[in-house]
């Protein structure tokens, strides 16, 4: 079982910035790709970017491409989102999540990942 704890979520003004922290259980964290997602009231839940066990390959929607970025440091078992130039569009709540089929790989479809944290609130005002 993986445990998932999100946190730095918040409230800003557009333009600003925030980094998400991700915290894992279990000690093969750096097994996992992991990912983030978010979904917005009375929507879906969206892809925003992933990374693979490595840090090797990332990659993002195109809404984010260029202003976020995802990393990982697989000693502190955390993956991060550093979000920056954010929009009122960015409101959301945003999920991390995890893939431990432990294939060297990036993920787009939520389907395809197994664990989920709690979610944590970004709300980015006009």
């Known amino acids: 079982q993986v445990q998932l704890v999100e946190s730095g979520g918040g409230l800003l003004q557009a333009g600003g910035s925030l980094r998400l922290s991700c915290v894992a259980s279990?000690?093969?964290?750096?097994?996992?790709?992991m990912g983030w997602f978010r979904q917005a009231p009375g929507k879906e839940r969206d892809f925003v970017a992933a990374?693979?066990?490595?840090?090797?390959?990332?990659y993002y929607a195109d809404s984010v491409k260029g202003r976020f970025t995802i990393s990982r440091d697989n000693a502190k078992n955390t993956v991060y989102l550093q979000m920056n130039s954010l929009k009122p569009e960015d409101t959301a709540v945003y999920y991390c999540?995890?893939?431990?089929?432990?294939?060297?790989?990036?993920?787009?479809?939520?389907?395809?990942?197994?664990?989920w944290g709690q979610g944590t609130q970004v709300t980015v005002s006009s």
């Open positions: 990374i693979s066990w490595s840090g090797g390959i990332t």
């Open positions: 999540a995890a893939d431990v089929s432990r294939v060297e790989r990036v993920e787009l479809h939520a389907r395809l990942y197994h664990y």
């Open positions: 279990g000690r093969t964290f750096s097994s996992y790709g």
